[in-house]
């Protein structure tokens, strides 16, 4: 019992970061039908840009160390997405009208780039968050001892998905967004800037993802220039999970990934727990190809 | 005579095939004439390596360029075949020549076992499927699945190739060998490109529907692509177990996967010619750059994106095919008046070549 609490808020906490990943997947997809191969590279910006910031900008000294971490998190967010609406400028958007390919290969370019140049600049060694940022408590939960720091992943992860759930379903501007996933000549025809609100899926997307890389840094401690693709990968098939272009469906992919990765990597073996999540990707395609909460059929051709 | 015109003519690729393979048969020679240091040891290895790719990338060809299919796991069946190879040459003693069909083989029903379950997913979903594959397989070598794959180490000691007695040892034998590989490839696919076979890969490419209602099963051509491009996956893994003698895991990732995808859409899917372009210069300009070491990739990277966003069909696309159009002129002479325009005239003596 205890072991499995253990494993069970473990993979809460990663599974969070899995969502936030998976709604820049998945929002992507639901606009442009474009696997946006570069996301989990925005994520390592992030973490690096996260790291970067932690050194220079001293934040370390602020009051409390949640204050910092919010401060940071807010910091990186807003550069990374400004580096993901670059990359949507460059390199998918004069794509838009060829095949979708072209658009893959230019998304695999950019991954490439991005993994290399962070690579140039930070070093192929892995760097090393800081400690002492968040607090080192632990909560009583069941008689098991959990680290706090755990909850305040899931914490902060279901806080910007609210937010952006809000976002995407109370305002105009999330009802334009959704308008141009379902039609967008339809959407055009409203009035809808449709250029406009793909640009500002490319903000929302690499902001969730660079909170997601902060969150990860924060969390695991150590951070390489690679592991954006082993998250990416893993963001986007539980975005497969819950159905893509599905935004709720993200989010739950996202913790059940997270969940089931974490148990199978205690109770089956560690050495096998990245070849999981491809296993719960085959078994999805083959049952359930639309994902858990996909209303949509998808066209199986 | 334009040269578009000719290049129409039917003997044109087998022209330029000819030239290719006479230059390429050459080159050993010419590295020893130019007094190359060391009989050119290092050009004749990385030709051996762009060799080796450019069978990749063929064999991908089939599957990405001819069919359509988003495969981006084709080093899953590379490394069967090498594993294949290795395993049955150091744990079994079997000469590493008869282990390339058996090498094959099982990359071929590999790739069956794998691609039934998921032929039918539309492109991205293939495409990630495909990815998904190359990881588990890498997972599984380095975890020394069934304990014969050597873990995270790989295998070593991989003997030398013997054809009745010739031992394929010296740089200069592995590249005949590889490119004698390569050669036969080009002219197999090239004449499957153009068999029942090919043609109806090509019509699933072009409309998967239209196929369909032509009668052509298409599931079952699909299977039969991606089996036939595994089958010359793995033996191209024999080749390569064979020229660099040891393996291990991270060879057989899944950056080698997205360059071998790399070579087939720079070089222009579906062009056996364009194929091989692409392998000289994503593999042979890698190795130009080495000096520069890491910005290398970066500029990959970049050169990745400029090159979809200025020339998305690659550097010489497939051209579209023409099938005997002629002789069918006068038997349905409406629709083809249609096609050509006015300028046509059916019982002309003089038969243009309607396109």
Not at chain 1, 85 to 104: G, I, N, Q
Not at chain 2, 85 to 99: E, G, H, K, R
Request: glycine share 12%.
């Amino acid at each position: 019992m205890e072991e499995f609490l253990q494993q069970l808020t473990n993979g809460l906490a990663v599974g969070g970061i899995y969502a936030l990943l998976a709604l820049g997947y998945t929002m992507v997809y639901g606009i442009l039908r474009l696997i946006n191969f570069a996301h989990g590279d925005l994520f390592t910006l992030g973490a690096y840009l996260g790291f970067t910031l932690l050194a220079s900008l001293g934040l370390s000294g602020l009051a409390s160390g949640l204050l910092a971490a919010g401060v940071l998190i807010l910091l990186s967010m807003g550069l990374v997405a400004v580096a993901g609406f670059l990359l949507e400028r460059v390199a998918y958007r004069p794509l838009r009208k060829s095949d979708r390919l072209s658009a893959v290969v230019s998304a695999m370019g950019a991954s490439i780039f991005f993994q290399n140049a962070l690579m140039l600049v930070y070093g192929a060694k892995s760097q090393v968050y800081p400690d002492g940022i968040l607090p080192e408590a632990s909560l009583i939960l069941l008689g098991t001892e959990v680290p706090l720091t755990r909850f305040l992943m899931f914490a902060a992860s279901l806080a910007l998905m609210c937010l952006l759930y809000w976002f995407v379903n109370r305002t105009r501007v999330g009802a334009a967004i959704r308008a141009v996933a379902i039609d967008q000549d339809a959407a055009r025809l409203m009035g809808i800037d449709v250029n406009r609100i793909i640009s500002l899926v490319f903000l929302i997307g690499p902001a969730l993802g660079g909170a997601a890389g902060v969150m990860i840094g924060l969390y695991y401690g150590q951070i390489t220039h690679d592991m954006g693709f082993t998250f990416g990968l893993k963001a986007f098939i539980a975005a497969i999970l819950g159905g893509i272009g599905n935004i709720p469906g993200a989010m739950l992919g996202g913790m059940l990934l997270g969940i089931i990765e974490a148990l199978g990597a205690a109770y089956i073996s560690i050495a096998w727990k990245d070849a999981i999540a491809f296993c719960v990707l085959i078994l999805i395609l083959i049952f359930r190809p639309t994902g858990l909460l996909g209303e949509r059929v998808a066209d199986k051709v | 005579m334009n040269l578009a015109r000719y290049a129409r003519y039917r003997y044109f690729p087998l022209c330029l095939g000819g030239v290719f393979f006479a230059i390429m048969a050459s080159i050993p020679w010419l590295l020893n004439e130019a007094g190359a240091p060391g009989s050119g040891i290092a050009q004749l290895d990385m030709l051996n390596k762009i060799g080796i790719y450019a069978l990749l990338a063929l064999s991908l060809n089939i599957i990405l360029g001819q069919t359509g299919l988003f495969h981006m796991g084709h080093t899953a069946f590379f490394a069967v075949g090498a594993y294949a190879t290795a395993i049955l040459n150091t744990m079994y003693q079997w000469p590493v020549f008869s282990t390339l069909p058996v090498a094959g083989l099982l990359a071929a029903l590999f790739a069956l076992l794998v691609a039934v379950p998921i032929i039918r997913l539309r492109g991205d979903y293939l495409l990630v499927v495909t990815i998904g594959i190359v990881e588990i397989v890498r997972i599984c070598l380095t975890n020394n699945i069934f304990g014969i794959t050597g873990g995270a180490n790989g295998i070593f000691g991989i003997a030398r190739p013997v054809i009745f007695g010739l031992a394929f040892s010296s740089p200069r034998q592995q590249y005949y060998l590889i490119w004698g590989f390569t050669g036969i490839t080009v002219i197999l696919f090239y004449l499957l490109e153009h068999s029942r076979f090919g043609r109806a890969l090509n019509y699933i490419k072009q409309d998967e529907l239209a196929a369909a209602g032509c009668g052509i099963n298409v599931a079952r051509y699909k299977l039969a692509a991606f089996c036939l491009g595994a089958f010359w996956a793995g033996m191209a893994g024999t080749l390569y177990a064979a020229n660099i003698r040891s393996i291990e895991p991270t060879s057989f990732n899944f950056f080698e996967s997205v360059i071998i995808f790399a070579i087939v859409i720079l070089g222009g899917a579906g062009s056996i010619t364009g194929v091989i372009l692409g392998a000289f210069l994503l593999i042979g300009l890698q190795d130009v750059f080495r000096d520069f070491s890491s910005a290398r990739m970066l500029i990959f990277g970049a050169a990745m994106i400029a090159m979809m966003v200025f020339r998305p069909q690659g550097l010489l696309p497939a051209r579209r095919r023409h099938y005997g159009a002629r002789r069918y002129l006068g038997k349905f002479p409406c629709a083809v008046r249609r096609q050509c325009g006015a300028a046509y005239n059916p019982y002309a003596e003089d038969e243009g070549d309607c396109v």
